[in-house]
């Protein structure tokens, strides 16, 4: 019904920044909420941000919290993850999730991009 598609990862040295986007493409009016979480190998999936269409709020991470910014083009169905001060603990596949509900948990979301590498180099 939803499909994502992120892009934007790669290689960084700590200090550095990235922008990462999420493009839906399918019946995206029907989901009010788009987040992002990443996952290292051997880890349980970790909440990033979140944003809500309807009141245009936003959430954060602990973790993230003053680093890294999600914002969102409503027009171009498309989300986009700022990440500044970048950390090598911020390696991680990012996934782009959307769903009905905002919140910090996974299971709650519904659609599930692939995923997109980001490695911070120390």
């Known amino acids: 019904q939803v499909q994502l598609v992120e892009s934007g990862g790669g290689l960084v040295q700590a200090g550095g920044s990235l922008r990462l986007s999420c493009a839906a493409s399918?019946?995206?009016?029907?989901?009010?909420?788009m987040g992002w979480f990443r996952q290292t190998i051997g880890k349980e999936s970790e909440f990033v941000a979140a944003?809500?269409?309807?009141?245009?709020?936003?959430y954060y991470g602990d973790s993230v919290k003053g680093r890294f910014t999600i914002s969102g083009d409503y027009a171009k169905n498309t989300m986009y993850l700022q990440m500044n001060s970048l950390k090598p603990e911020d390696t991680a596949v990012y996934l782009c999730?959307?769903?009905?509900?905002?919140?910090?948990?996974?299971?709650?979301?519904?659609?599930w991009g692939q995923g997109t590498q980001v490695t911070v180099s120390s």
């Open positions: 944003i809500q269409w309807s009141s245009g709020n936003t």
């Open positions: 399918g019946r995206t009016f029907s989901r009010d909420a």
């Open positions: 999730a959307s769903g009905f509900v905002v919140s910090d948990t996974p299971t709650t979301y519904i659609d």
